[in-house]
């Protein structure tokens, strides 16, 4: 909410938008629960569909504010480098990570009980 008003949306609007999102929620909830009761098994492909959707945002949304961090009037060209290079690696661990997740998944366990 606070990005909206921030972005000069009426607070009216804005409760629109948030009352909207959350009744979206609900509908994404019974069809998540009906596919979930389907003869063949959706779980991956929803899994799947859901990741995209977040990498997709994330990259939308953060990659334009680092490319325009390291072209800064003042910024020395050592720094944008050396930033690029740490966003860079960010991105790798974090790939990294999710494809070791991947892979290692049958392996897995955490057991709950004490």
Do not use: H, K
Request: charged share 10%; net charge positive.
């Amino acid at each position: 909410m606070a990005l909206l008003l921030g972005a000069g949306l009426r607070l009216r609007a804005v409760l629109l938008a948030n009352l909207l999102s959350a009744l979206l929620a609900y509908v994404g909830m019974a069809v998540g629960v009906l596919a979930s009761r389907a003869a063949r098994p959706l779980g991956p492909w929803i899994f799947a569909a859901t990741a995209g959707v977040f990498l997709y945002v994330a990259l939308v949304d953060m990659l334009p504010q680092m490319l325009l961090r390291g072209t800064g009037a003042g910024r020395r060209r050592a720094d944008a480098g050396r930033c690029f290079v740490l966003q860079a690696l960010g991105f790798l661990l974090g790939g990294g990570l999710m494809l070791t997740i991947a892979l290692f998944e049958e392996q897995l366990s955490f057991p709950l009980e004490p």
